[in-house]
T-cell receptor
Framework: DGGITQSPKYLFRKEGQNVTLSCEQN?????MYWYRQDPGQGLRLIYY???????QKGDIAEGYSVSREKKESFPLTVTSAQKNPTAFYLC??????????????FGQGTRLTVV | AQSVSQHNHHVILSEAASLELGCNYS??????LFWYVQYPGQHLQLLLK??????LVKGIKGFEAEFIKSKFSFNLRKPSVQWSDTAEYFC???????????FGGGTRLMVKP
């Protein structure tokens, strides 16, 4: 089945450690996104990528890093510089066309807890 | 930078009441507009979308939204809500140029039976 897979679903890490969240899609979508969802704050864009080997910062990129070496993969690293990393992280992808593209399709999310 | 505002953070309605959730965005260029819903414990689902054409778009479960370009608005409506509409609703805007997809802060709707 086509879709977006985020792993793991739950992740626990000690403070000061970097952690990488996985996001894979087999929809052949060009664009991929990472969001952070906190209660009462909606979805805030961390990074997004329109094509392979290219990505742009979103509204809250500080303390995060990404890579886009393959079209189907867009891993997010939460670094020790992120001051409040405990959150629910959502990955999404969409198809880009000259007419604008499709809606974004979302993964099931990863809940990261830093202790 | 583009931004999306949802003015109502919490809405409580009784069943059969009409619903309108506000959404305004700031971006001067061509945009695509979306409403997503997140039911408790579930993934985000697309309710409806606007790319071009008729500014009144109909989505799933009886929802509709109207794009008013002059007001930079894309309000969500439903004539008669049901208890099963209890969820959080998100408006989103994507600029056609850069493909950046920005969400509003969400509106939590509670429908009392």
């Amino acid at each position: 089945d086509g879709g977006i897979t985020q792993s793991p679903k739950y992740l626990f890490r000690k403070e000061g450690q970097n952690v990488t969240l996985s996001c894979e899609q087999n929809l052949n979508h060009d664009a991929m996104y990472w969001y952070r969802q906190d209660p009462g704050q909606g979805l805030r864009l961390i990074y997004y990528s329109q094509i392979v080997n290219d990505f742009q910062k979103g509204d809250i990129a500080e303390g995060y890093s990404v890579s886009r070496e393959k079209k189907e993969s867009f891993p997010l690293t939460v670094t020790s510089a992120q001051k409040n990393p405990t959150a629910f992280y959502l990955c999404a992808s969409s198809l880009q066309t000259p007419q604008g593209g499709t809606e974004a399709f979302f993964g099931q999310g990863t809940r990261l807890t830093v202790v | 930078a583009q931004s999306v505002s949802q003015h109502n953070h919490h809405v409580i309605l009784s069943e059969a009441a009409s619903l309108e959730l506000g959404c305004n965005y700031s971006y001067g260029g061509t945009v695509n507009l979306f409403w997503y819903v997140q039911y408790p414990g579930q993934h985000l689902q697309l309710l409806l979308k606007y790319f071009s054409g008729d500014p009144l778009v109909k989505g799933i479960k009886g929802f509709e939204a109207e794009f008013i370009k002059s007001k930079f608005s894309f309000n969500l409506r439903k004539p008669s809500v049901q208890w099963s509409d209890t969820a959080e609703y998100f408006c989103a805007v994507r600029d056609n140029a850069g493909n950046m997809l920005t969400f509003g802060g969400g509106t939590r709707l509670m429908v009392k039976p």
